[in-house]
C-alpha cells in the first residue's frame, strides 16, 4: 500500500473520528456509521497486507 497523502488524510479523519467518540462518552458501546467502518477495515487490512510483503531481514547476529 502506498501512503500518498490522501490515505494518510483518510487515516486521520477515521482516527479523528473514532477518537472523538470515544473520549465524548464513558459508555461500554459507542456507535460508528458504517462508511466510517469500512474505511477503518480497508486501511487496516492494507497496512497489514503491505507489511507481510515487506522483505524479511534475518534477525541481527550476537556474534
Not at 13 to 34: C, E, F, K, N
Request: glycine content about 2%; proline content about 10%.
Amino acid at each position: 500500500m502506498d501512503m500518498d497523502l490522501s490515505t494518510l488524510e483518510l487515516a486521520l479523519i477515521v482516527s479523528s473520528y473514532m477518537t472523538d467518540q470515544l473520549d465524548g462518552s464513558s459508555a461500554p458501546l459507542i456507535t460508528i456509521p458504517r462508511d466510517v467502518a469500512e474505511l477503518a477495515v480497508a486501511f487496516t487490512n492494507a497496512a497489514i497486507e503491505s507489511l507481510q510483503n515487506q522483505p524479511r531481514n534475518p534477525p541481527p547476529s550476537l556474534n
